[in-house]
C-alpha cells in the first residue's frame, strides 16, 4: 500500500467484531473497520460470495504448512479472481479487463 492509505476491513455484525479490543488492535495496525448494517446481509454478499469460492476451491482442498503458504495461496487466488477468471456475465472478460474497457470508453 502507499503511504497513508489505510486497508478496509468488512465485515458482519458478530459480536467478536464489536469488541472493543479488536476495534483497538486494528485501529493500531491502520485498517479501518467497516460493517454490515444491521439486518442487511446484502451490504456483504459481493464478499461472501467472494469468500464461499476462496474457501472452497483452495481452502478446504489443501493441506497449508504455513501460515505463509497459506498467504502466498490466497494472493495467487486474489490475482486470479480479478484478472484471470472470465465471466460470462461481462462479456467473457476478467473483471479488470472490463473494468479497463469501461474506463477506455469513459
Known sequence: LAEGEKPLLHSDQGWHYRIKSYQSALADKGLVQSMS??????????????????KE??????????????????????????????????????PVECRTEYQKAG
Open 37 to 54: 448494517r444491521k439486518g442487511n446481509c446484502l451490504d456483504n454478499a459481493v464478499m461472501e460470495n467472494f469468500f464461499g469460492h476462496l
Open 57 to 94: 476451491e483452495i481452502y478446504y482442498r489443501r493441506d497449508y504448512r504455513s501460515v505463509e503458504e497459506l498467504e502466498n495461496a490466497v494472493n495467487e487466488y486474489i490475482t486470479y479472481w480479478n484478472q484471470k477468471r472470465i465471466k460470462l456475465s461481462l462479456g467473457g472478460l476478467s
